[in-house]
């Protein structure tokens, strides 16, 4: 592979990983996707267990709005999480079996094959 080839195949992975790594509504949601997927829980049982309204947690999933400092302290006491990690995507503060977790499944996520547009 060429020196160029190589250069934009890791923009291209950088890119993909950036999408959770912002300080975005959207990354913020990607983030809490991540950790409802390692915990194998559905968006209610998620919600719920953090004492999170279901349809205030769709909206932070769809990165309409973001979760308020009550409502991330919620989620945070519940799953192990930092507010760190919530608004800035910062994992040192996680415990290192979540810190595995989160790069398994954002590996899985990035070699996913994307769906094809075209009918």
Avoid: H
């Avoid at 990354?27 to 267990?49: D, T, Y």
């Avoid at 932070?60 to 995507?89: H, S």
Wanted: hydrophobic share 30%; glycine share 8%; proline share 2%.
């Amino acid at each position: 592979m060429t020196k160029e080839g190589k250069s934009a195949l890791d923009a291209g992975v950088s890119k993909r990983r950036m999408k959770s790594e912002g300080r975005s509504n959207e990354a913020i949601a990607e983030r809490l996707e991540i950790i409802r997927a390692v915990k194998g829980l559905s968006q209610k049982e998620f919600a719920n267990a953090a004492g999170v309204n279901e349809s205030t947690y769709s909206q932070y999933k769809k990165g309409i709005q973001a979760p308020n400092l009550e409502q991330a302290n919620k989620l945070c006491d519940t799953w192990g999480l930092t507010l760190d990690w919530i608004y800035r995507g910062d994992n040192s503060g996680l415990d290192g079996d979540l810190r595995d977790a989160i790069k398994v499944i954002r590996q899985a996520r990035s070699t996913k094959p994307r769906k094809s547009s075209v009918n």
